[in-house]
């Protein structure tokens, strides 16, 4: 862009074709401040956006009972909800306690991938106390705490329309407003 001062103020025209007119003796110090609030915008919106396209991703990953990585997650959520319970096998009717549908909870992910499995383990770590009262204070099948949690992801990705990958994350990776 380019700057043309005048004695009425100062005229900034963007990259992107757009014109500022400033009328003050403090033209250039408000162009600065505008740029670092811009900069500032840009960082977000880049880093937002790079937090959405993780979210697409692991709402497209398939749980599969045959990746490590998955298998490991699955046992963290256990674990971190029933530390003093040891799983009798991999498939066990125990995770209805923790609300799945079936003895194998890796069906339970159809719909919403590893994302489902992530935010039921970041609930389970991060608020251990409600999960157990949630537990305790419920019967078994009465509320499916892990059906429920990747219900209320599911909800929520359709709610924020984030179920196709959103048209506005490429745009504002590649995006920035100019700040010159």
């Not at 396209?53 to 599969?64: F, K």
Request: proline content about 3%.
């Amino acid at each position: 862009g380019w700057a043309l001062e005048s004695a009425e103020g100062l005229c900034v025209e963007w990259k992107n074709g757009r014109e500022l007119m400033l009328f003050s003796e403090h033209a250039h110090e408000v162009l600065e401040l505008l740029g670092a609030h811009l900069t500032r915008f840009n960082r977000c919106r880049i880093f937002q956006a790079k937090r959405l396209r993780e979210v697409y991703e692991l709402m497209s990953i398939q749980y599969d009972s045959n990746n490590t990585d998955h298998e490991a997650l699955l046992m963290r959520l256990w674990e971190s909800v029933f530390p003093d319970i040891q799983l009798e096998a991999r498939k066990t009717k125990q995770w209805g306690k923790l609300g799945f549908q079936s003895s194998d909870p890796g069906t339970d992910f159809r719909g919403m991938g590893l994302l489902g499995l992530h935010n039921l383990v970041y609930f389970a770590e991060q608020y251990p106390n409600v999960v157990s009262d949630i537990l305790r204070a419920t019967p078994e099948r009465e509320y499916p705490f892990a059906a429920a949690g990747i219900n209320i992801t599911l909800m929520l990705i359709s709610i924020l329309r984030l179920d196709t990958q959103p048209h506005f994350v490429a745009q504002a990776e590649s995006a920035t407003w100019d700040t010159a």
